[in-house]
């Protein structure tokens, strides 16, 4: 996936503003990144490093974290799955549930389904589980409204990225990626100032400068650091209300 | 029950037009509706939030009902589905059905494509 280091992107810099806004999140954000598969002699992060070097500090930073139920659902497996129970659990995740909405408000949220399953190869009727994870959460967003959804999957990103967005109700919704994520984390000094930002370098390598394409299309990180200062640095000193830096949770 | 963009466009203009009789100048200043905004939504090019929809069915009198989706299509398939008598029928008509979704997805991203190209 290429990262874009050329325009500012409104809904981060929406986040850099105010990051105690409701960031819905989509389930590859709680699977282990694996590309064994697809990349030759690469090999899957561990849980472990996944969860000391993303979630956590994910979740350390921003408060309102959420998930759709049926997201929940599509975990399978059980690292994931326990990470966003404990999550829930603790309060620190918030579970976003259909049922919420009255049925008056129900209408819409149908209808928004509707418009963006004819995007998707998800079938309300049908209720099969290609992208109905996605078209659930997209279609709760755009009933809420809430401003974001955090993904991966280039379906969902194509998606809030194109002209059609207008037609489906998601005008006002803007796509968070997991390279914006790992540039605010580090700048916001959210990771244990060694080991935690070689974690952050190492998911950016992993995710979007391991093969060779990529290495001709993204810059290395270094690089990739300073260009996004270039395009958020302002914006952060103008934000009044930042995450409190990690260091001060271990200090005091 | 969901709501048809084209049924929702065709109400709002006729509403606007014919009903009310103002112009969309007039119109967006009552609603504080952008009149581009209110430009294509009545050229169903745009999906409206709730909160505008709600303004847009107080300012020009219509309700839910009248924008509502024609469900037939959708009675067929579950009539289909409900008229199966074993379980071997119902694994049939449920990989006929999903064939029949999946063409009719097809048409409809292939006829959204083109106008898309045509509005280039």
Not at chain 1, 188 to 202: A, R, T
């Amino acid at each position: 996936m290429r990262v874009n280091v050329i325009d500012q992107n409104p809904a981060l810099v929406s986040l850099i503003n105010d990051y105690t806004q409701q960031i819905p999140l989509d389930a590859n954000f709680f699977i282990s990144f694996d590309r064994s598969n697809t990349v030759k002699g690469s090999f899957a992060i561990p849980f472990k490093s996944f969860q000391k070097f993303w979630l956590d500090p994910l979740f350390l930073t921003f408060p309102y974290l959420s998930i759709h139920r049926v997201v929940i659902n599509e975990l399978v497996s059980s690292d994931s799955r326990n990470y966003a129970q404990s999550r829930i659990d603790q309060g620190h995740l918030i579970v976003m549930e259909d049922s919420e909405f009255d049925s008056d408000t129900e209408i819409y949220r149908q209808s928004f389904e509707k418009a963006i399953a004819a995007h998707t190869a998800y079938e309300p009727e049908l209720d099969n589980a290609d992208d109905r994870g996605e078209v659930k959460s997209l279609a709760y967003i755009a009933t809420k409204p809430l401003n974001f959804f955090a993904s991966h999957d280039s379906r969902a990103l194509r998606l809030l990225e194109s002209p059609t967005k207008e037609t489906i109700g998601l005008s006002n919704v803007g796509a968070i990626e997991i390279y914006e994520l790992l540039y605010y984390l580090r700048r916001m000094e959210m990771v244990q100032p060694e080991d935690g930002v070689n974690g952050l370098k190492m998911i950016y390598k992993y995710l979007y400068y391991l093969t060779k394409k990529e290495k001709l299309e993204n810059p290395n990180w270094g690089e990739f650091y300073q260009l996004m200062d270039g395009l958020y640095a302002s914006e952060i000193q103008k934000s009044t209300g930042n995450p409190t830096p990690y260091r001060s949770f271990i200090d005091g | 029950m969901s709501i048809s963009l084209t049924k929702l466009s065709e109400v709002v203009h006729h509403k606007r037009k014919n009903v009310r009789k103002i112009t969309l100048e007039e119109l967006s200043g009552e609603t504080n509706i952008n009149k581009d905004t209110l430009s294509r939504i009545e050229n169903g090019r745009f999906y409206p939030s709730i909160e505008q929809l709600n303004i847009l069915m107080e300012a020009l009198r219509f309700s839910l009902k009248d924008i509502e989706e024609n469900p037939d299509e959708k009675k067929v398939f579950l009539a289909m589905m409900g008229s199966a008598t074993t379980e071997i029928e119902r694994v049939n008509f449920d990989k006929m059905i999903s064939m029949m979704l999946c063409l009719r997805k097809h048409d409809r991203l292939r006829k959204r494509q083109r106008e898309e190209m045509t509005s280039c």
